[in-house]
């Protein structure tokens, strides 16, 4: 089959490999009808993240239809069934499974010991992302083999496109989550930085559960536009100070939570000394992140507030104003999403027209042309804001 495979730093290639196979009773090979590129593809683009080799197939937001089962999973799946695959694999049994923490499931990290000796422990399997997280292969792919895809999965009807429902795997449960994590109250102010796809998300799950104001930050105007369509206040960066403005906008009070929607790869400009800052020790591997999101919002976040991180950190982060957060007694929500644990309610708005995240995808192209698609999304070209592939 083809498959976007890893090759190293800014390489990544459309290869022949081979076809998965069911290699464990739970598992199911789905035939990949649609597949995304997320903000957590770029880091890997970037070699960011450790632990990727040459080989690996990328991806994890993809859908399809399940054409193999293995024994273990047959009386959930069958042949035929229309599923998304949510990006965090997931047992269902273990102990945080069954609290609904799925992206620390226990049991479906293959290579666990490695990164228990990183992390302190074990987090979930996830789709190409890494072998810290499994070394399972992606779904920019023909065919995806799926682990645990008993539990593993989200059945969508006929009735909903592949674009409506492609990004219950991952990015909509993911800005829904962010948001959730703000306890949001009819009177608050949620301020979101960054309007990629994850941004668009939180934002839109704001505005539906209740926030009196939300608003986005980027320097993109397209993002911005689109932020703005979904009901927030505009803020560009490049234009205007951040805190200045979110101190207007919120009487001197700032905003009752932060939502970082940017994570490691904050853009780097002069007017964000600390950004360069971070770049430089980036690059001598001093460091792994870029803060400057994080001590923004701990700076302007109102005391008392939350600041929720779906936007993926990877390592140590410098210059933490650690001393700031709590003395304000601000409270920190962040993770991998639960994906699974959204998907009722998430379906539901979707199925009843309250909620189409078909809106984000600016391009659609063939698996072949994804390796040309990692660089305009990265750069943000021709307007660029989300990509859905076809293989
Ligand atoms: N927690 C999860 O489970 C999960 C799931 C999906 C994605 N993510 C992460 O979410 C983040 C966003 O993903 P995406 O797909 O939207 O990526 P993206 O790269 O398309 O979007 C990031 C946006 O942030 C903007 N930005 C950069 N610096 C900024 C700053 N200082 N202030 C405000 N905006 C700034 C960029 O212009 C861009 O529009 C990534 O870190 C990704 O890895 C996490
Ligand atoms: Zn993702
Ligand atoms: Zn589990």
């Not at 536009?225 to 009070?253: C, H, P, Q, W, Y």
Request: charged share 25%; hydrophobic share 40%; aromatic share 6%.
């Amino acid at each position: 089959m083809r498959a976007l495979v890893w090759h190293g730093k800014e390489d990544i290639r459309c290869d022949e490999v081979s076809d998965p196979e069911i290699q464990d009773d739970r598992d199911a090979i789905i035939k990949v009808t649609s597949c995304a590129i997320c903000g957590s593809d770029l880091h890997l683009f970037h070699n960011l993240i450790p632990a990727m080799l040459p080989g690996d197939i990328v991806g994890h937001e993809m859908m399809g239809e399940v054409v193999e089962v293995g024994r273990g999973a047959a009386g959930a799946l069958q042949k035929g069934d229309r599923i998304v695959v949510p990006f965090t694999i997931y047992c269902g049994e273990c102990d945080q499974c069954r609290r609904g923490n799925f992206s620390v499931c226990e049991r479906s990290n293959r290579n666990a010991r490695i990164q228990e000796n990183v992390f302190g422990h074990a987090t979930a399997g996830l789709f190409g992302y890494t072998h810290l997280t499994g070394g399972y292969p992606g779904g920019q792919a023909e065919y995806v083999r799926v682990p645990f895809a008993d539990r593993t999965h989200i059945k969508v009807p006929d009735s909903l496109s592949d674009e409506q429902v492609l990004f219950l795997g991952d990015i909509l449960p993911t800005g829904w989550q962010a948001a959730v994590q703000c306890d949001i109250k009819p009177t608050d102010t949620v301020a979101v930085w960054g309007c990629g796809p994850v941004g668009q998300m939180a934002i839109r799950s704001a505005v539906l559960l209740g926030a009196k104001q939300v608003i986005a930050i980027d320097r993109l105007p397209e993002r911005l536009g689109m932020a703005a369509a979904g009901g927030a206040v505009a803020i560009n960066f490049d234009d205007e100070s951040v805190i200045e403005r979110l101190d207007e906008l919120t009487g001197g009070k700032g905003p009752d939570a932060c939502i970082d929607a940017v994570g490691m790869e904050s853009h780097v400009g002069f007017a964000q000394p600390d950004t360069v800052y971070d770049r430089a020790k980036q690059m001598m591997m001093l460091e792994n992140d870029r803060g400057h999101v994080l001590r923004e919002m701990i700076y302007v976040c109102r005391p008392a507030g939350v600041i929720s991180i779906p936007g993926v950190y990877s390592g140590l982060v410098d210059k933490i104003p650690f001393g700031l957060a709590m003395n304000k007694g601000l409270t920190f929500r962040m993770g991998q999403t639960h994906v699974n644990r959204w998907t009722e309610g998430l379906l539901k708005l979707i199925e009843d027209g309250l909620l189409d995240p078909s809106f984000v995808i600016t391009h659609t192209a063939s698996l072949e042309d994804g390796p040309e698609m990692y660089p305009l999304f990265r750069d943000k070209r021709d307007q660029c804001v989300k990509v859905v592939l076809k293989p």
